[in-house]
C-alpha cells in the first residue's frame, strides 16, 4: 500500500510547463506500481495548495490521480462531499471519514499553570490568546493582530508562536504590532520540550487560518483543553462542536467579534476548554489507527496477488517533495 498526504510537492514546480511535466510524470509513475500491484491511499487535507500555485493544474492532474486511487481517506463529511465534487472522485472509490487524531498524549506538561506563564513572562491576571504553528499569509496572522487590538483590554495578551515564512511576512507581523506591548511575537520555532508550557499558559487558542478543511492547531489546542477561534468552515465545526468561537469568514469583522466574544467570557473559558478536551479524547490515534488498519484490510488485491498484500522491496516515486 503507498498511503499519500499532500500531493502538490510532487505535482507542483515553479513554473507552469514544469509543473505539468512533473504532474504527468507522477501520474505515469503511481500507474505502473499500481499495475505492480501496489494499492493507492490517498488523505485529502485540502482542496488546494495553500498558495494557489497554479490551482488549475493541481485541481487537472488531481482529477486524473483519483481515478488510480483505491480509498480516500478524509477529516469529516463536509471534507467527504467536498472532494467528491471538487475532484471527481468515481462512485465506486470507497471515501472513509475519520476524525483527526488527538494529541492528548503527544504533549504533556508537569508544569504548574502559574509556573508555565511566568516562563513566558506572564502572570495570573492575564488572559492569553495563543497562536501557535508556523506565520504565514493563509494563517491570517496579520489581521489577527489588527482585530485583537481593536478589542482587547489592558489585561489580554496575544503570544504569537512560531516561525514566519519570510522575512517579508514577519515585517508585516511587526508593522500590525507596531509598538503593542499586550502583543508578543516570538518569531521562532517551538520545540516539543516548550510546547506544554505554551500550551498551558494560554486561555484560549487562535487558529484564523483560512482556505482549509481541517486543522492540526484546531486539534492541537483541543487535545490541551484550550477553547479555539476559529473560521466556521471545512470540518472545523464538526471538529470544535460548540466548545469553541466559530465565525463566519465572508463576515468582515468576524475574527474581530470572535476574540471579541471570547475575551468578554473569560468566566467561560475553563468550561469550554474542558469540554474541548474531553470532545478530543474520542479521537485518539489508536482508534485512528484501528480504523485505517479496517480499511487496509478491506482493499481488494490484483487477481494475480497470492497474498493480500505484497510487500515490494522499497521503491522511490520519482524525486522527493524537496527536490
Not at 504548574?112 to 508556523?134: C, K, M, N, P, V
Amino acid at each position: 500500500i503507498l498511503h499519500l498526504h499532500w500531493l502538490h510537492p510532487y505535482l507542483l514546480r515553479p513554473s507552469r510547463a514544469g509543473s505539468w511535466a512533473r504532474g504527468l510524470r507522477f501520474l505515469a509513475e503511481i500507474f505502473l506500481i499500481r499495475r505492480q500491484g501496489t494499492r493507492i491511499v490517498w488523505t485529502v487535507h485540502n482542496l488546494t495548495n495553500h498558495e494557489s500555485l497554479h490551482s488549475d493544474i493541481e485541481l487537472a492532474l488531481t482529477r486524473r490521480f483519483v481515478r488510480q486511487c483505491d480509498l480516500i481517506l478524509t477529516h469529516g463529511e463536509y471534507a467527504s462531499s467536498a472532494a467528491k465534487e471538487r475532484f471527481r472522485i468515481p462512485e465506486h472509490t470507497p471515501v472513509l471519514s475519520t476524525r483527526f487524531p488527538n494529541y492528548c498524549e503527544r504533549y504533556k506538561c508537569d508544569t504548574s499553570r502559574q509556573e508555565a506563564r511566568s516562563h513566558w513572562g506572564y502572570s495570573d491576571e492575564h488572559t492569553i490568546i495563543g497562536f501557535l504553528g508556523r506565520v504565514q499569509p493563509y494563517k491570517q496572522v496579520v489581521e489577527l493582530v489588527e482585530a485583537f487590538r481593536n478589542v482587547a483590554g489592558e489585561h489580554d495578551r496575544l503570544l504569537i508562536g512560531g516561525r514566519a515564512s519570510s522575512e517579508d511576512y514577519a515585517g508585516k507581523v511587526n508593522a500590525a504590532i507596531q509598538d503593542d506591548t499586550r502583543v508578543r511575537f516570538l518569531n521562532e520555532y517551538i520545540a516539543d520540550e516548550e510546547m506544554g508550557l505554551f500550551l498551558k499558559a494560554c486561555d484560549v487558542a487562535a487558529c484564523p487560518s483560512q482556505g482549509i478543511l481541517t486543522s492540526s492547531s484546531v486539534a492541537l489546542a483541543m487535545s490541551a483543553g484550550l477553547p479555539v477561534i476559529a473560521p466556521a468552515e471545512g470540518c472545523i465545526p464538526e471538529e470544535v462542536g460548540q466548545t469553541g468561537f466559530l465565525y463566519n469568514t465572508p463576515q468582515r469583522d468576524g475574527l474581530e467579534q470572535a476574540l471579541s466574544w471570547a475575551l468578554e467570557t473569560k468566566s467561560d473559558l475553563r468550561l469550554k476548554g474542558t469540554a474541548a478536551a474531553e470532545r478530543s479524547s474520542q479521537a485518539s490515534p489508536e482508534r485512528i489507527a484501528e480504523q485505517l488498519l479496517q480499511a487496509y484490510l478491506g482493499l481488494e488485491c490484483p487477481n494475480r496477488c497470492e497474498e493480500p498484500f505484497i510487500q515490494p522491496e522499497t521503491q522511490q516515486v520519482g524525486a522527493a517533495p524537496s527536490e
